[in-house]
Structures are given as structure tokens and as C-alpha cells.
């Protein structure tokens, strides 16, 4: 279980095996994982401001979303 002040990782992706798979892996590490599915760019960026984040893992292709565009709006 991860500490409080454990490094914050948000997870963006639509597929949610790899999220889960990947949020363990992370979290066994020590980090604290935010994984929200790849919905609505609103969603996202709400999620990204709100969030003390140290690092984002973005998909780059997801239905409806473009992760290049994510990223630029981030």
C-alpha cells in the first residue's frame, strides 16, 4: 500500500485490463495510481487539475480521443 506522500501516477486509458494490470504494477512500487478511462477530455483535464500529479501515463490512440490532443490541452 502506498505511503501519502507516495509519487501521484494518473493512468489515462480506455482499456481498463491494462489500467488495472498497470495501476497494480505501479502501486507495488510504492506509487499512488489515479487511473480514470479515456472518456471525455473534460474528464481528463478535471482530473489532471485537481490531482497533485507527478507523472501521467496517457494512451495515445482511444476511441473519441486523440492522446497527442490530450496532451497539448494539458
Given amino acids: ?3 501519502a506522500s507516495a509519487p501521484r501516477i494518473l493512468i ?8 488495472a494490470m498497470l495501476g497494480d ?3 507495488v512500487l510504492g506509487f499512488s495510481v489515479v487511473d480514470i478511462p479515456a472518456d471525455t477530455l473534460a474528464q ?6 485537481n490531482s497533485n500529479l507527478e507523472a501521467i501515463i496517457l494512451d495515445i490512440h482511444m476511441p473519441g ?3 497527442f490532443d490530450v496532451l497539448k490541452a494539458i
Wanted: net charge negative; glycine share 4%; proline share 4%.
Fill in 12 to 19: 489515462v486509458d480506455d482499456n481498463i485490463e491494462f489500467r
Fill in 44 to 49: 481528463i483535464l478535471n482530473t489532471v487539475q
Fill in 65 to 67: 480521443l486523440n492522446g
Fill in 25 to 27: 504494477r505501479l502501486s
Fill in 1 to 3: 500500500m502506498p505511503e
